[in-house]
């Protein structure tokens, strides 16, 4: 039963990676903004004048997918040593992923702002950014297999109680 769980939680989580922002490219006050989703941009409110190029947000979510399905499949491996270091691989391999997603997404604001300032613009046109739900499901996901991993060897459920 426990191995039906880690697979519905890795459902759990690509519904959230889906149905969730994954960054606020401009933020303004009374809930007015620019998300960076990934199906695409919304900007209700038209205030996005130069947004941060995010084509490659993509690749990642395939990554993502990519992840949860070979943590569910590992699951259902037999030894339990295995399972354990397939979970510390997936984990680790996922938290190196979520800080190249995150230097990328920074990067590319970086690069509008400065592009912006290099034209004689008199302030940034990104000032209030920030990574959002999607990039930080995808991190608490990573650590959550690193968990998983634990767990799997004996003694695993000691690190609960300590």
Do not use: C
């Amino acid at each position: 039963m426990n191995r039906v769980w880690l697979a519905l939680t890795s459902a759990v989580f690509l519904l959230l990676l889906a149905a969730s922002p994954w960054a606020i490219a401009l933020r303004a006050f009374g809930g007015k903004g620019v998300l960076i989703t990934l199906w695409g941009t919304v900007d209700l409110y038209g205030r996005a004048k130069a947004l941060p190029d995010v084509s490659w947000l993509g690749y990642f979510t395939v990554f993502w997918v990519a992840l949860a399905l070979v943590a569910a499949v590992a699951a259902f491996l037999p030894q339990a040593r295995t399972r354990a270091r397939v979970f510390y691989v997936l984990g680790l391999v996922g938290v190196a992923v979520f800080a190249l997603e995150a230097y990328l997404f920074y990067h590319a604001v970086w690069a509008v702002n400065d592009a912006a300032l290099a034209e004689g613009a008199r302030r940034p046109p990104l000032k209030r950014y920030s990574l959002s739900l999607g990039a930080y499901a995808s991190f608490l996901y990573s650590l959550f297999l690193l968990a998983v991993g634990r767990l799997q060897l004996p003694g695993g459920r000691a690190l609960l109680v300590r």
